[in-house]
């Protein structure tokens, strides 16, 4: 952790301001930074009482393990990861947390199919969005779109997850000093409001118990753009799509109380038995020019994917109690509320929407 991110970050609780305590600092490089404009978490106090020759200094500290405190409550830093959030936390769904921790825990690889999941995701983010743009990955997971987006020209990059997948995150991001990983829960984000240019949050309200607690914590500390990906009510696809997806809810309300290392070897069955042949029998329709009928099996998107990110969706999938899904009227609305005019991907996953801030 830098000491230079408390001029963004705040106590979840209270929104005030953070200072460091007891740090055990370490030198290492990293970009260059301008002066921060309201906090110096370093000193403690406002940035403009601090000296010019102290701002620069800290710009190479790197803080290993220490506590942040607002006078009211503390927080850990352990391994440089700021943490908000904890295991007894009540806050929090524990069901959920330690579902995908367990799930970046085991699918913690680069695969090379990301790298076209980055142009569906973020394809119709226009480009200038990144340039010194400060961005929040909301629910990184082990930070595979993190690690793509940090290489783009943006300020700082703040790769948040409330799960133990943050460790997994840190080690991805390694090698990617623009990114900043936190442990924190999406519904209390520890930002201060307005602060990210740019936020995505990939596959993550749909899980929530109160999505739109998820919703309204990235909307207030997102002045800018936000993009959501969230699992769709089939409502582009023929009838008979939604009534395997019933089958599979009722499937998905068992295999969820199942034991995760279980899970975890069932996500290969599923995989081997379910995923890949569909997927094989629609790519290779397509490949005799028959488009249009292989996009309409069910799970063609995979068509173009390997059976190892077959397996991690299989058990993202069926390893989860929650899960929401909505037609595109319904993030049309929701978007709305918070002030957001919504555009939609026509690719594959369904539905993408980046929202605009209304003028």
């Known amino acids: ?18 200072r460091v305590e007891g740090a055990q600092v370490v030198e290492r490089d990293g970009p260059f930074v301008e002066r921060c404009a309201r906090w110096c978490g370093r000193r403690g106090a406002p940035s403009d009482t601090v000296a010019e020759d102290e701002c620069r200094a800290c710009a190479r500290m790197w803080i290993e393990s220490g506590t942040l405190t607002d006078d009211s409550a503390c927080y850990p830093i352990t391994d440089g990861i700021p943490r908000f959030v904890g295991e007894a936390d009540r806050g929090i769904d524990c069901d959920t947390q330690e579902s995908f921790g367990y799930e970046w825990q085991h699918f913690d690889a680069m695969l090379p199919d990301y790298d076209l999941e980055i142009e569906n995701y973020f394809g119709i983010v226009p480009d200038d969005i990144f340039r010194d743009a400060i961005v929040l990955d909301a629910g990184c997971g082990m930070g595979r779109w993190a690690w793509h987006i940090a290489n783009r020209p943006v300020s700082r990059l ?12 840190a080690r991805t991001l390694a090698d990617r ?15 201060r409001s307005g602060v990210a240019d740019f936020t995505y949050c990939l596959g993550v309200l749909h899980h929530l118990q109160d999505p739109d ?6 909307a207030r ?12 009510a089939l409502d582009n696809r023929p009838r008979i799509h939604r009534m395997l997806l019933s089958i599979v809810t009722v499937a998905r309300s068992l295999t969820a109380r199942l034991p995760k290392r ?9 995989a081997a038995v379910v ?12 490949n005799f020019g028959l488009k249009r009928l292989a996009h309409q099996f069910p799970l063609s998107h995979y068509r173009r994917y390997s059976f190892t990110f077959m397996v991690g969706d299989a058990f993202d999938r069926f390893a989860t109690r929650i ?35 209304k003028k």
């Not at 500390?221 to 769709?232: D, F, Q």
């Open 1 to 18: 952790m830098r000491f230079y991110i408390l001029n963004d970050l705040v106590a979840p609780a209270s929104r005030k301001s953070l």
């Open 213 to 218: 607690a998820g919703m309204r914590s990235v």
């Open 262 to 270: 279980v899970m975890l070897c069932l996500s290969w069955v599923i």
């Open 177 to 191: 000093p623009k990114a900043h990983c936190i442990q924190a829960d999406i519904c209390n984000l520890p930002f």
């Open 323 to 357: 899960e929401n899904r909505y037609s595109r009227s319904d993030i049309s609305a929701w978007l709305a509320r918070y002030g957001r005019e919504a555009t939609f991907s026509n690719r594959t996953p369904f539905w993408v929407s980046l929202g605009f801030p």
């Open 221 to 232: 500390v997102t002045r800018g753009p936000l993009l959501v990906y969230l699992y769709y």
């Open 275 to 286: 995923y890949w042949p569909l997927a094989r029998l629609a790519s290779l329709l397509d």
């Open 158 to 169: 703040y790769a948040v997850d409330f799960s133990r997948a943050i460790d997994k995150a």
